[in-house]
């Protein structure tokens, strides 16, 4: 099966909306729901539950997303890591983790994701991350200053900021880029993006605060395969290419957890992300053939708003800082 490593424009896309949806039957006919129950007309740019994106040589545009496609490829680490471990980290990347922070002896509300740093290399991906994600939304939403810029590594990555809610975590928000960005300035933009912008939603407020989990994915390892089924369920993320009844072109994306968390196969995956990317005819197997698909890995950390209080509290104490929390920023 061929395939090829994926780079430049055809991975620049922005994607939306890429997890943590609730279970539900899916169909292969016209018009069907998959899950989160939106339609198969619902493919909107840039917004569809669990990966619909922009659409790619269609009139679709939606407000909220409108400013978010990038013109560059992947010519950072999101594009030129090598091997197969989901942890991906590059040689030539200067994986940091500030704080003191590791994968082992994490909480359950604070940890990686799926396969996250297999293999014993080192990741990127860090809980200061998403640490800095709770700060840009508690300043915006409580009117502070920005928070100063983080000490994590600034290389560039194409990344996702997803936002649950509840015990239950039900999705609140997910919003990133294929493009590769610069973490400081990406992860600055995404958290507002996924929190304030998702048209799913309504903005978050305050009072959603304590209940929020913050999720931080960073994508790796792009390949296209010449064959739509040689990706495997719970270690990649899917990235599809199709043509719909109009010749239109329109893509979709579901995030490595996705299909695992879903109880999906190959197929219902494949058939789910089409009806996101608003396909409504029959899905038949030759149809299923005509797909490019771009198969990729991520590195995943999440973290509850409670482990995000008792990491700014920490830091608090040990610097002696008179003002409020949580906005005090440590970085720099």
């Known amino acids: 099966m061929g395939r090829k490593r994926c780079v430049g ?10 997890c943590g949806v609730k279970k539900q039957k899916l169909s292969g006919s016209p018009g069907s729901g998959g899950p989160g129950g939106v339609g198969a007309g619902s493919g909107v740019a840039g917004t569809g539950h669990c990966g619909s994106e922009l659409g790619i040589g269609s009139s679709a545009t939606v407000a909220a997303a409108a400013n978010v496609s990038r013109a560059n490829g992947l010519g ?3 594009g030129n890591v090598s ?8 040689s030539g990347t200067n994986a940091l983790s500030p704080a003191g922070y590791t994968t082992s002896g994490l909480s359950p509300n604070l940890s990686p994701g799926p396969g996250s740093g297999s293999g014993g290399r080192k990741m990127v991906v860090s809980a200061e991350m998403c640490c800095f994600c709770f700060d840009v939304l508690y300043c915006h939403l409580y009117g502070y200053q920005p928070p100063r810029t983080p000490r994590f590594t600034n290389d560039p990555y194409p990344l996702f900021v997803t936002w649950k809610i509840g015990r239950d975590k039900r999705l609140r928000g997910c919003i990133g880029t294929f493009s590769a960005m610069n973490l ?3 992860l600055r933009e995404y958290t507002l993006t996924s929190a304030l912008k998702d048209s799913r939603f309504p903005p978050m407020t305050r009072d959603e605060l304590p209940r929020l989990f913050c999720s931080v994915s960073l994508l790796t390892n792009f390949e296209d395969v010449g064959d739509y089924l040689d990706w495997e369920v719970g270690v990649h993320g899917i990235r599809i ?6 010749g239109s072109k329109r893509t979709a994306t579901y995030l490595p957890e996705v299909a695992k968390e879903q109880g999906w196969d190959h197929i219902q995956t494949i058939d789910s992300l089409l009806r996101k990317g608003g396909y409504k005819a029959p899905i038949t197997n030759d149809f299923r053939k005509t797909i490019k698909l771009t198969r990729y890995r991520s590195e995943k ?3 509850g708003y409670a482990e995000y209080i008792a990491h700014r509290q920490h830091h608090h104490y040990q610097n ?3 003002h409020p929390l949580p906005p005090y920023n440590h970085y720099s």
């Open 184 to 186: 400081h300035s990406g």
């Open 76 to 78: 950072g680490p999101g």
């Open 320 to 322: 002696g800082i008179g």
């Open 9 to 18: 424009a055809d991975c620049s896309k922005m994607a939306a909306g890429c």
């Open 83 to 90: 091997g197969s471990s989901s942890s991906s980290g590059s």
């Open 301 to 303: 950390m999440t973290m």
């Open 241 to 246: 290419e199709f043509f719909n009844e109009k």
